[in-house]
């Protein structure tokens, strides 16, 4: 991208609706960047079970996002990136859960969508970075040359986990004001500039199923029903009737449809045989983990194995563990981790930690239990 000297203190600004996003605005304004705000329109209503007639959340945050561009004398536009974000990351999510896997669309998101439709919008508009308000770090290096991706500060707001797909070329153009920030100093900020938006609180749902019914919408969105089938032990034997594979995730305890007189945990989903494995909470645990679509965010494939720490869910603490590549293009892992770990999932990130850098990921594929 050709870039004018004058334009490199130009950003485009991805605005939610929420607080982050738009105290990432107002943060780059100060920095002196002439700034361009944006909303991308992912879905209609009828997409997330929303009746059609309703004015929709995502609406009232293109409003309050809007209100916050005016506020702050930046130019506004909303992206229609609908088609791309159903192929991209809807679909995906509904096909994982119906071969029993359970995918982190919020990873897909920023992969698709953030760092490459919305980096390609901001060079027709001649900006030189993206901007976010996700609570995570992107610093230069100088010794290594290459750009550093690390955790938030505020680390029960630390975001890395779904970014780690970044390139260094992504990177390099894009800004994260709020890394250096906690949730708090976020908000009381907001509340002083008079943001609508200051104390909107923070979404819990995915942002297509707003009423967190994963089930529904996966069946609303293939347009067909997933039929019961057994629930079996770790041997094989049936102990049960499920009511369809995509009610259920590796480690689940609760909402089971059926009680059987004892603790019983979800430790695998069979979706070709339509069954549910279920055993004890130990039989959740596995020692060894395969990933696919690598991503190395320094551009190195590291030579031999890897001693880090990684974590395999969004929520969880990172454990010690050893990346062993597995082809030359470093694309493919085998992730063994030093003690066993709980419900390590098909289809989740495996990412990759040297401290609060990271070093990149993988979607896992496969576990083996001890």
Known sequence: ??????????ALIAMSGGVDSSMAAKLTLEQGFECIGCTMKLFENEDAGIDPQRTCCSLEDVEDARSVATKLGM?????????????CVMDKFAESYAKGMTPNPCIDCNNYLKF???LRRAEELECRYVVTGHYARIEYDEETGKYLLKKGLDLSK???????????????RTLMPLGDL????????????????????????????????????????LGKKFPEGDFVDPEGNVIGTHRGIIHYTVGQRKHLGQTFGEPRYVCGIDAENNRVVLGS??????????????????????????????????????????????NAEGTEAEI????????????????FYDGDTVLGGGTIVKVKNP
């Open 1 to 10: 991208m050709q870039i004018t000297k004058e334009k490199e203190k130009r």
């Open 75 to 87: 130019p506004y536009y909303v992206f229609n990136y609908k088609d791309a974000f159903r192929s």
């Open 116 to 118: 490459r439709k919305l």
């Open 158 to 172: 630390d975001q890395s986990y779904v970014l780690y797909q970044m390139n260094q070329e992504q990177l390099s």
């Open 182 to 221: 906690t949730k708090t100093e976020v908000r009381a900020l907001a509340e002083e500039n008079g943001f609508v938006n200051a104390e909107k609180p923070d979404s819990e749902d995915i942002c297509f199923v707003p009423d967190g019914d994963y089930a529904k919408m996966i069946e609303r969105h």
């Open 281 to 326: 909470n130990e039989d959740t645990f596995s020692e060894k983990a395969f990933a696919t679509d690598v991503n190395w965010i320094s551009g190195e494939i590291p030579e031999g194995e890897v001693r880090c720490k990684v974590k395999t869910r969004y929520k969880q603490q990172e454990q010690w563990a050893t990346v062993k590549p597995l």
């Open 336 to 351: 063994i981790f030093d003690e066993p770990l709980r419900a390590i999932t098909p289809c989740q990130a495996a990412v």
